[in-house]
């Protein structure tokens, strides 16, 4: 871990929480987030997932793929562009998951990676409780 994790996507939290100027009212389809971007610190691109884009809480999670998680990352987030408010087809194919077998975020059953595998219960877990970085499953004691 000494030289950081690579190719994992980073679970980012955007709310006026993290910064007192953030309102989803800014973006130009504030919606589904369809003009917002996300650059690294060398102007990259990088793919994005939203997992959770909540016009309720105005708090928004999102899984961006980063080439390399280490203390000099450096993200910038960018909205409001008129001209540009279609989503990138990486929002919503599985491609940030493309190195993994299966994914799934424990707020429902579904494989967010592009392999689709369903899973399903046994017992009763408990779906969307609250857990460290968002959404949970809590499973019988």
Do not use: C
């Not at 691109?45 to 961006?64: A, F, K, Q, R």
């Not at 990676?113 to 949970?136: D, I, K, R």
């Amino acid at each position: 871990m000494a030289n950081g994790l690579k190719h994992f996507p980073l679970l980012v939290r955007l709310s006026s929480g993290q910064h007192p100027d953030f309102s989803l009212a800014s973006f130009a389809d504030p919606a589904t987030a369809g003009d917002l971007r996300i650059f690294d610190q060398n102007r990259n691109e990088l793919p994005y997932e939203i997992d959770e884009w909540n016009n309720s809480s105005g708090e928004s999670t999102l899984w961006v793929q980063v080439e390399k998680i280490s203390p000099t990352l450096r993200l910038s987030a960018f909205w409001g562009n008129e001209d540009n408010t279609t989503s990138p087809t990486y929002t919503e194919d599985g491609s940030i998951w493309s190195n993994y077998s299966g994914v799934w975020h424990l707020s429902d059953y579904t494989d967010a990676s592009a392999n689709n595998l369903q899973v399903s219960s046994n017992g009763s877990p408990e779906l969307n409780t609250t857990g460290v970085s968002g959404f949970a499953v809590r499973f019988g004691n």
